[in-house]
């Protein structure tokens, strides 16, 4: 226990006002008019062009997305139309098998009827 009381240098209680937390401290306090606090208006003038352009182009952006969205939409309606024109519907299709079946089942009714006529001559 000895040990840290001999420590001198450590204050056992520091006052700290409002002060000392919201002044800048000397080092990074420039004098007006001087060039480093212009070249910090012509930076600070500099980020808001940057930041303006910046919010254009994601506007920009997004009508470009909204256009080419619409676009493909838009293609793609139309491919599936195209489709449908290129397909008979199905019940065309079913009509035309089912007038198939008929023409060919009565071929193959004549062609049995004819065989057994001709077995039993």
């Known amino acids: 226990m000895k040990r840290f009381q001999e420590v001198s240098d450590v204050e056992s209680e520091q006052h700290y006002t ?3 937390f919201t002044d ?3 080092e990074f306090q420039l ?5 480093y606090r212009e070249r910090v208006a012509v930076l600070e003038r ?3 062009e940057l930041e303006a352009t910046v ?3 994601q506007a920009d952006a997004k009508s470009i997305d909204d256009f080419f969205r619409a676009r493909i939409g838009h293609l793609v309606g139309e491919f599936v139309e195209r489709c449908r024109e290129a397909m008979p519907p199905t019940v065309e ?6 007038e198939k079946f008929e ?3 009565q071929e193959l009714a004549k062609a049995i009827y004819a065989a057994i006529l001709k077995k039993l001559r």
């Open 46 to 48: 500099k980020v808001g």
């Open 103 to 105: 023409a060919e089942g």
């Open 93 to 98: 299709i079913q009509e035309a098998v089912h």
């Open 24 to 26: 800048e401290p000397a």
């Open 31 to 35: 004098p007006e008019g001087s060039a």
């Open 18 to 20: 409002f002060a000392d």
């Open 55 to 57: 919010a254009y182009l």
